[in-house]
Structures are given as C-alpha cells and as structure tokens.
C-alpha cells in the first residue's frame, strides 16, 4: 500500500513570507503528527492531529499552524516566515493518536532565505 | 537536560561487526520504545518497536529495554554497508507524542 506522501519535496521562500505544507496519511491511518527536523535539535514534535481535532501541540510559536480534513489529509502553514525555520517536517501517520507504529513520510525540505 | 539521550557518533565499524546503539532516558513514565532508520534526505523507517521492558528480535535486529536503568540498546547483527545510515531511538508515554534522541550515525565500511 501507498506510504505517507508530503508535497512539496523541496521549497525556497524569503523571510516574512508564509508557506503551506502538504501531508497524505497511509490508507486507514486517522492520525497525524508533524515535526520539525534539524541539525542542532533533531526531530521536535509540532502537533498531532486527530479526526480533525488537534490532540497535542509542541512548544513552537504561533506562526506554526496545522489542520486536518475529513479525508485525514494533514496541511501544516507557517506564517512570517524567519531564517530559523529552515529545516526538513517530517509528517507520520499512525491507525490511532500517539501509536506506536508510526509511519514518516519523506519529509518537505524547507529553505528561508 | 533532555528527556532522551543519544550519542551522535559516528560510530564506524566494519562489516560483519556486531553493532551496538544506545538510549537513555529520565521519564519513568515511558512505555514504548522505538528505533527508527533515517537514510540521508529520507524520511525516517520504523524498524522495531516495545512495550516495557524486555527483548524483541527481528532477523538480524534486537531490541532490548531495560525500564529498572532508563536504558534501550538496538543491536545489528552482520552489519551491512547498506546499514549506514542515523538511528533514531523515540519513545511515548501512554496516548502521548513521541520524544526522539537525536540520532546516532553509523557507517559500515566493506
């Protein structure tokens, strides 16, 4: 069965713009988790979805916001973007919220200049 | 002081080596435990997963958590050159997100 699928692969943006990313969860799969992946801090959990309702959220500002529609599709937006921000998010769907068998995606490399 | 600790490596053997990765934690309230692969610009691959304590083995991969020392080891058996990569050790408390280490580098030379 088709993995966990997150659009766009690659993005370029300038600081103080905003950006929208894309995550599709395994067939079934009702949860979705998104992190922040970087050097320095490894894999930092952003918030986590379930059947559109956000179960958990990370310690990040604002500028960072998620959804989920009924379809289970996961979209994450940061606004205002600033030079911090570049890193890979990570998105991995699992049957239930907090599963242990979670599924990632291959990530949205994400570049603020 | 993080939650989950991780050395970063690299840690570099040759093949046919057995492999030792290692995770400490302080949370005594963590349950699963998991160990995950990341190839360079992939999204990272569960490989093994536990509940509580004890071992779980999966061909050439075993798993062990010990909760009574806060302590978690992945052990590759015959490493192979195509087991280069970063391994990840994450755990969760019951219904809550995972905390990753982050990551330990292993090259596999032929």
């Known amino acids: 069965k088709a993995g966990v699928t997150q659009t766009p692969r690659y993005l370029i943006k300038t600081r103080g713009q905003q950006v929208t990313l894309s995550c599709s969860p395994i067939?079934?799969?009702?949860?979705v988790s998104w992190y922040q992946q970087t050097p320095g801090q490894g894999l930092q959990f952003l918030f986590e979805y379930f059947s559109e309702t956000q179960r958990n959220k990370g310690n990040f500002p604002g500028r960072f916001s998620g959804r989920q529609f009924s379809n289970s599709r996961s979209e994450m937006n940061v606004s205002t973007l600033e030079l911090g921000d570049s890193a890979l998010y990570l998105c991995?769907?699992?049957?239930?919220?907090?599963?242990?068998?979670?599924?990632f995606g291959q990530g949205t490399r994400l570049t603020v200049v | 002081q993080k939650e989950v600790e991780q050395d970063p490596g690299p840690l570099s053997v040759p093949e046919g080596a057995i492999v030792s990765l290692n995770c400490t934690y302080s949370?005594?309230?963590?349950?699963?435990f998991m160990w995950y692969r990341q190839y360079s610009r992939k999204g990272p691959e569960l490989l093994m997963y536990t509940y509580s304590s004890g071992n779980k083995e999966d061909g050439r991969f075993t798993a062990q958590v010990d909760k009574s020392s806060k302590y978690i080891s992945l052990f590759i058996r015959d490493s192979q050159p195509s087991d280069s990569a970063t391994y990840l050790c994450a755990m969760s408390k019951d219904t809550d997100k995972l905390i990753f280490g982050t990551g330990t580098r292993l090259q596999v030379f032929p």
């Open positions: 949370n005594s309230a963590f349950q699963y």
């Open positions: 991995a769907s699992s049957l239930a919220p907090a599963n242990a068998e979670a599924f």
């Open positions: 067939s079934g799969h009702r949860s």
